[in-house]
């Protein structure tokens, strides 16, 4: 790998991260490191860098495989363990692509950041905000709450709260798809805060 930049093509490089990052949040296996070199890649390249471009790209590719995974539960006529099954793997495969995105994350996705951050707006003045930019496990974790949870919501609740009425019963249910899904409900209640650093 050498670290100088260098020109690129784009389309080809992207289509390997994109192949690479849907095995990841599939959890099909990846090897990180050639994917690491090819973002550093994209975001160094000359005489044009394209990071805004590879998280424009990426962003997209998310959007369309939660889109895909909304469909997949509402498949099943299970829907709370169809939900937590696909959650578990989307999260976890989130977090390692988060990882590889490190570069990403800690340039260009920081600088945006700190920018947005820094603005003083007033009231008084009219601004252009730019569109919302998120690290990319923020990223993903907005994504599945727009195009899965908040389509779900209603109905997860329901079926949660069902189940937590047979346990006040006394009818046995599984605890650890109660607790899951819970748990699924906390972390993306914490998307706000992350993004903010706290």
Known sequence: MTLSPQRVDFDKIWAGIADSVNKMVTMKGQKGMPVVEDIYKLCTAQPTPYPDKLYNHLKELLQNHATSLLEKILAHQDLLPSYLQEWETYS???????????????????????????????????????????????????????????????????????????????????????????????????????????
Do not use: Q
């Open 92 to 198: 976890t495969g989130m977090n390692y692509c988060d990882k590889i995105f490190r570069y990403l994350n800690t340039n260009w996705i920081k600088k945006k950041l700190d920018d947005s951050r820094n603005k003083l707006i007033s009231i008084y003045s009219p601004t252009t905000a730019n569109p919302e930019v998120h690290e990319v496990f923020n990223l993903a974790l907005v994504i599945w709450r727009d195009s899965v949870f908040l389509k779900l919501k209603d109905r997860i609740l329901s079926n949660l709260l069902s189940l937590i009425t047979k346990d006040r019963d006394g009818e046995h249910i599984s605890a650890s798809l109660v607790a899951g899904v819970i748990s699924s409900y906390v972390k993306l209640g914490t998307i706000n805060k992350m993004a903010l650093g706290l």
